[in-house]
């Protein structure tokens, strides 16, 4: 999927499932600055309301529309990071290094870093609780795996194994023990060491074992 024309997102959580809350939220704390503001204006001056008003709208509406911003998607092994008003570019094909990083916790997280000449950029896998948890779409799964097995970096083919075997995981609907990265977060609580760790060529190879 990586080496087509066609875009795909590797958004853990589509941001069709938040954006309808962000807008809400935005435009609630637009209204209320602008009744706040309002309020102010009559009993002071214009601009002293619309200070106001700006003041009690922005804090909460700016984050909010910024975050109807953020995405991730992956073209032509190109994956591009957006993020409030600035955008960055990793290609996947040329990569010079890739690790897996594991932060546990309630929600324990799993990503990848994938770095180029250029730059890196941070891609989440996977999101699990003790009892289940959100895993990266298939396509996005196949699109990546497909594009790190294009790098001539090690790592980088080796984590490619590590996504292949979660998608082949998730086909046969196997239970999160069984499933790769769901087995990086276990690796990392078993050591019971710090609760982030970048996990090593040696570890990354045990996930597919």
């Not at 080496?3 to 941001?15: A, E, H, I, K």
């Not at 991730?72 to 955008?87: E, M, P, W, Y």
């Not at 690790?99 to 546990?104: F, I, P, T």
Request: hydrophobic share 50%; with cysteine.
């Amino acid at each position: 999927m990586g080496d087509g024309r066609d875009q795909v997102s590797l958004d853990l959580v589509p941001m069709s499932l938040i954006a309808p809350r962000l807008k809400k939220v935005a435009l609630g704390a637009a209204l209320l600055g602008v009744v706040i503001g309002a309020v102010v204006a009559v009993f002071t001056q214009f601009w002293v309301g619309v200070a106001v008003g700006a003041i009690v709208a922005l804090p909460t509406a700016l984050p909010a529309l910024i975050a109807l911003r953020r995405g991730i998607t992956l073209q032509d092994n190109v994956i591009r990071s957006t993020g409030g008003f600035r955008a960055r570019h990793v290609d996947v094909a040329a990569a010079i290094g890739a690790e897996l990083h594991v932060r546990c916790g309630r929600v324990s997280e799993v990503s990848i870093r994938i770095t180029d000449s250029a730059g890196s950029v941070a891609v989440p896998l996977a999101l699990y609780t003790d009892d289940g948890g959100r895993e990266l779409e298939i396509l996005g799964l196949r699109g990546l795996a497909d594009a790190l097995s294009r790098s001539e970096s090690v790592p980088a083919v080796a984590i490619a194994s590590v996504l292949i075997e979660q998608l082949r995981a998730e086909a046969r609907d196997a239970a999160l023990g069984d499933r790769p990265l769901y087995r990086a977060v276990a690796l990392v609580k078993s050591t019971g060491g710090s609760s982030r760790a970048v996990l090593t060529d040696h570890e990354v190879a045990e996930l597919t074992a």
